[in-house]
């Protein structure tokens, strides 16, 4: 089973602004980050048994994910985490903000939404983060 990570959609004011982000990248799109993650190759097996994605935190909810293609050197000895620019939607889940990226085991990814299944079928991100930190959801 692949690994993910999580990044903070850093900026975003809704999920059509993030849509339209990824909407004229081409085929493939890059964030620079500091340092290669330790663990890219369980996220990128070079075995073909799948690959791991970058899930997106919208106002402290795992909301969409994009899948990971690879891993390359950036300038001045960063690296880039290059990503396919599609956004998959996902079923909303708590996920608190952070700085970076975060290692998401496989079993604690949420699942993608369903054909005709939409987020907004879902409760409200704060409602959700209110009722997971009592421990309800």
């Known amino acids: 089973m692949p690994l993910h990570l999580t990044k903070v959609a850093y900026g975003a004011q809704s999920l059509e602004?993030?849509?339209?982000?990824f909407s004229t990248r081409g085929p493939e799109a890059r964030l620079t980050t500091r340092y290669l993650p330790k663990r890219h190759a369980e996220i990128v097996p070079g075995d073909g048994s799948g690959q791991g994605s970058l899930f997106w935190i919208f106002k402290h909810q795992l909301v969409m994910r994009s899948p990971i293609l690879r891993f390359e050197a950036a300038e001045g000895g960063k690296t880039n985490i290059v990503i396919q620019p599609r956004l998959i939607d996902v079923m909303p889940s708590p996920k608190r903000a952070h700085q970076g990226w975060r290692y998401l085991d496989h079993a604690n990814?949420?699942?993608?939404?369903?054909e005709g299944e939409s987020s907004g079928d879902v409760m409200p991100g704060k409602?959700?983060?209110?009722?997971?930190?009592?421990?309800?959801v």
């Not at 990814?109 to 369903?114: F, I, K």
Request: aromatic share 4%; hydrophobic share 50%.
């Open 17 to 21: 602004e993030m849509r339209s982000w």
């Open 109 to 114: 990814a949420p699942r993608d939404l369903a």
């Open 127 to 136: 409602l959700a983060s209110d009722l997971a930190r009592l421990g309800l």
